[in-house]
Each structure stands twice: as structure tokens, then as C-alpha cells.
T-cell receptor
Framework: DADVTQTPRNRITKTGKRIMLECSQTKGHDRMYWYRQDPGLGLQLIYYSFDVKDINKGEISDGYSVSRQAQAKFSLSLESAIPNQTALYFC?????????????FGPGTRLTVL | RKEVEQDPGPFNVPEGATVAFNCTYSNSASQSFFWYRQDCRKEPKLLMSVYSSGNEDGRFTAQLNRASQYISLLIRDSKLSDSATYLCVVNRVYNQGGKLIFGQGTELSVKP
């Protein structure tokens, strides 16, 4: 079984719709991250959370919100989706006690906003 | 200027070739360095960490030059299975911990 899972894996939605992407992990890590990846741009950090009570904005948080429901769950919401949010979204985790250096990624969610 | 910049690629090489990727970073406070590998439409995975003394893992050798803020990855005897995008990654440490900064990636295609 995968340690970091994301649902849905693919989603097509329309402009203006609210959508939630979910991430769960069984690694027991305290830190979780949301990234988006666009062709030729690499991974950009949207939000990150160092524990359940800690939420921080990343480089490109505008238009997104997150919720850390539990240590193992971190959700990303698009309140009103727009076409330029079409991208591949990855959730990741890391372990502070292990030095926080390696991040473990989920399989990604491919989101298309029409 | 991007904080982490890589060779644009793509690199198209024959099997058995040696290929080198370069990466520069702009933040001198960066403390940890990595190469991640990403297969097409898949998640990135850690390939290897990069140490100041240089480190080797089988056919892969990574080098770090802190003075020049330069990181490299050398792949010897390329295999078809090495075809992927290679991401240069820097850990920027700040008061609460580290945050990974990713380069845009360099695509490698190894041909028979």
C-alpha cells in the first residue's frame, strides 16, 4: 500500500466550481506540503503544515486554501477554480526528526479547469 | 532569476553514454542539496543527497561546490531505464525548519 495517497487522481471541473483535493499519509510524519507542477516550471509550493495547528503559505497560495484535519490528512481547496489552476498537484510529507531533508510524494492529482 | 536553475535539456544520449547535469543556486544560506528523479507523469523521488565531499552511488556521482553555488550529477554507462526528468533541489533552512526549493528539471532520454 502507498504511504502517501491522493484523491482524486484525475479531475475535470468548470470555472467557478469549488473543488477539494485530499491527501492522506501512513508514514507518521508531522510535516505535509502541497505543490503544483506546470510544464517547464518545476514544483511550486502552495501551502505547508508543520503540525496540525500550524499552516503556512507557500510561494503561490492565492486562490487556494488548506485544512489539516489530522496529522495524517491535509486537504487543498480551490474555492472558485479558474483555468490557470490547471496543473498536476502533489502532496508530500517529511519527518522533522529525520532532518526534514527527504520529502515523500503522493502520486499526484491531475486537475483540469475548463 | 530563479533560486535554483538547471540545464534546460532535453538531453538525448545513446545507451552507455556518460551524461552530466549542472545546477546553480542563488541563496548562499542553503544548507542541503539533493537530486530527485521524476518519471513521466509520476511523483518525484529522492535519487541522492549531495555532500561537499562529493558522493557516489553506483553509476551516479554528485558534486557540490559551495563557493560557486554549483551542483552536478554525473551518470555513467547510461541505461534506458535512466530516462526521466532530474530535479535539482535545495533545502533552504529557516527558523522552523527546512523548505525544499526545486529546479525546473532536466529531461534525459536514453536511446538504444
Amino acid at each position: 500500500d502507498a504511504d502517501v495517497t491522493q484523491t482524486p487522481r484525475n479531475r475535470i471541473t468548470k470555472t467557478g466550481k469549488r473543488i477539494m483535493l485530499e491527501c492522506s499519509q501512513t508514514k507518521g510524519h508531522d510535516r505535509m506540503y502541497w505543490y503544483r507542477q506546470d510544464p517547464g516550471l518545476g514544483l511550486q509550493l502552495i501551502y505547508y503544515s508543520f503540525d496540525v495547528k500550524d499552516i503556512n503559505k507557500g510561494e503561490i497560495s492565492d486562490g487556494y486554501s488548506v485544512s489539516r484535519q489530522a496529522q495524517a490528512k491535509f486537504s487543498l481547496s480551490l474555492e472558485s477554480a479558474i483555468p490557470n489552476q490547471t496543473a498536476l498537484y502533489f502532496c508530500a510529507t517529511s519527518d522533522f526528526l529525520a532532518g526534514d531533508n527527504e520529502q515523500f510524494f503522493g502520486p499526484g492529482t491531475r486537475l483540469t479547469v475548463l | 532569476r530563479k533560486e535554483v536553475e538547471q540545464d534546460p535539456g532535453p538531453f538525448n544520449v545513446p545507451e552507455g553514454a556518460t551524461v552530466a547535469f549542472n545546477c546553480t543556486y542563488s541563496n548562499s544560506a542553503s544548507q542541503s542539496f539533493f537530486w530527485y528523479r521524476q518519471d513521466c507523469r509520476k511523483e518525484p523521488k529522492l535519487l541522492m543527497s549531495v555532500y561537499s565531499s562529493g558522493n557516489e552511488d553506483g553509476r551516479f556521482t554528485a558534486q557540490l561546490n559551495r563557493a560557486s553555488q554549483y551542483i552536478s550529477l554525473l551518470i555513467r554507462d547510461s541505461k534506458l531505464s535512466d530516462s526521466a526528468t532530474y530535479l535539482c533541489v535545495v533545502n533552504r533552512v529557516y527558523n522552523q525548519g527546512g523548505k525544499l526549493i526545486f529546479g525546473q528539471g532536466t529531461e534525459l532520454s536514453v536511446k538504444p
